[in-house]
């Protein structure tokens, strides 16, 4: 997707000073059945430029195959589109030396706001049938922190979702209403092997839903 200059440029000037690395933009067709909303990318997203492309990706396209969908077939984008990312001293293992990482860090709200204008105008251009945001970060911005995954992941909500004025410096509803099917972030089932039979079914159970 090819964003406004202007949008991006807006952007660039409020997150000089933040930890947040590259720009990558959300990629797939217009108008698809499916939009994929994940958090922000990672180290290997910023590598490839190419969204959903680490180890998370591959378990997303594995889920997406179970749904009946390829990569191509569906938009996917985050709601943050740089890496965040702290700093850390750590000792190395090998050398006992002391080195700096920059591990993935989930974004700020502060960050999630700033794409917010972003992430709204990529929305009104790719105008899915159905948007799944996966984990947490997603569902919030599209439906507030009231929403948990663990209670709504492969449900079928149809409801207007948040949409930033930059007037007000608040978000508020859309005036559209929306289907939106939660799921788990695909890195969850990584660090919690044993939710990987509620994720796929979930994924399977998509097309009887939408
Ligand atoms: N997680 C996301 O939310 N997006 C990516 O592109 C990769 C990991």
Redesign the pocket.
Known sequence: MHYPSELVEAIKAQTTDLKLEDF?EGAGPLHPHLMI??????R??IESH?????A??KE?MRFLNLAGYQREDVY?T??VRSRPYSIKQVKDRRTGKIVTKYP?RTPSNKEVRIYAPLFDWELHQVQPDVIIP??N??LHRLLGPDEVISAVHGQLIQHPVLEFNSATGQYQWSQANYQIVPMY???AVLYRRQLMPTVEADWQQLSQLV
């Open positions: 990558l909303v994940g958090e922000a990318p990672g290997e997203e190419i969204p959903f492309h680490g998370s990706g997303l996917i985050s709601v993935n996966v984990g970060t997603a972030h695909p890195a």
